[in-house]
């Protein structure tokens, strides 16, 4: 089987076709101002159309902005910043999510343009995961135990509720929903405010709110541990294409033997965007053909992957973010190509 005949069964599917391997998708945010031209930017730029947020827009669509207003004891300021009244945080409280709300612009006007022309393929989104946003209560001044519990209660809300609008809006698409996690990068770090098995039990918990009708995943800017991102149980990992990836081998060598797909970060997003699509190519090539040395089966690499960019496109201009999707849709068709992927194949 080629990687051109590999396609990623979603949640709830009944037909063996989803999402190509080697398909291009997005991560989280862009930077445009117009909620129309980023969902116009969204439909088109990518195979699988990625869901926006667009912090550029309003301060209620920071990541962390989304995730915390409607708690109970959290009000977000002028310019996005969170106030949080922790003696009022109770991870038994229910929390109100108004997608009529500005922190939903962006996720509402992609889904009114999707079904205006009638869009039937998969779509993916991406929210805050519950350590980043128990993270950030934290920062405010709430306790780690309490923060913690609030976040997991928030995000499962949160996610249900979008899930559901998406499922309304678009019956016939299947869902692949990505979980946010930036600070997961910091997990094994001293001092980190939760022990690894409690940020694992906390992944898990928000997954299971959806996996019975999206596929699920985490998503990582940072240099993961990955043995711990996969205890959580994801069925897609989203991580940068680096090399130090090359000492996880042998976890994504299984994960993939299970039936595991990865979004490679394969265009980074930080400093001067200047790679070309040549150049990005033969990295995440010279990167594979390192982790089939190190044991990793090389038609599942090429065979269950999607392409991303590292991180969002939010810092960006929307001019940049478009160059960054057209080098993404290189890479995807160099990976296709039968040439290229006998060259990896046999690590030449």
């Not at 990836?245 to 993939?256: I, K």
Request: with cysteine; proline share 5%; net charge negative.
């Amino acid at each position: 089987m080629t990687a051109d005949d590999r396609q990623i069964a979603l949640a709830g599917d009944t037909d063996p076709v989803a999402i190509r391997a080697g398909a291009t998708t997005g991560i989280g945010s862009l930077p445009h101002r117009r909620a129309d031209r980023a969902a116009e930017f969204a439909l088109t730029a990518y195979e699988v159309p990625a869901i926006p947020s667009l912090p550029r827009r309003s301060p209620a669509e920071g990541t962390v902005a989304q995730a915390l207003v409607g708690i109970p004891g959290v009000t977000l300021g002028q310019y996005g910043t969170v106030a949080v009244d922790a003696d009022r945080l109770d991870p038994d409280a229910e929390v109100e999510t108004d997608l009529d709300d500005d922190g939903f612009v962006g996720f509402r006007t992609f889904l009114e343009l999707a079904v205006e022309r009638g869009h039937r393929g998969p779509v993916k989104w991406q929210f805050a995961g519950p350590i980043s946003v128990g993270a950030a209560l934290r920062r405010a001044g709430a306790s780690a135990e309490v923060s913690h519990s609030v976040a997991l209660e928030a995000v499962r809300s949160r996610l249900r509720v979008l899930g559901a609008a998406v499922a309304d809006a678009l019956p016939e698409s299947r869902q692949l929903v990505v979980l946010d996690e930036p600070v997961a990068a910091d997990l094994m770090s001293h001092g980190f405010p939760i022990a690894p098995d409690q940020a694992i039990d906390l992944l898990s918990a928000a997954m299971a709110a959806v996996e019975s009708f999206a596929t699920t995943g985490v998503h990582c800017c940072g240099d993961v541990d990955i043995a711990t991102l996969l205890e959580s149980g994801p069925q897609l990992i989203s991580v940068p294409a680096t090399s130090s990836l090359v000492s996880m081998a042998g976890y994504l060598d299984r994960f993939l033997g299970n039936g595991g797909w990865i979004a490679w970060g394969a265009i980074a997003t930080e400093g001067p965007i200047g790679v070309t699509a040549g150049r990005t190519w033969k990295q995440l090539s010279s990167l594979w053909c390192e982790l089939v040395q190190r044991g990793c089966d090389a038609e599942r690499l090429l065979g269950q992957c999607l392409l991303t960019p590292q991180c969002g496109l939010g810092v960006h201009s929307p001019d940049v973010a478009t160059r960054i999707c057209r080098s993404l849709s290189d890479v995807s068709r160099s990976l296709r190509s039968e040439s290229a992927a006998a060259k990896f194949v046999l690590g030449a």
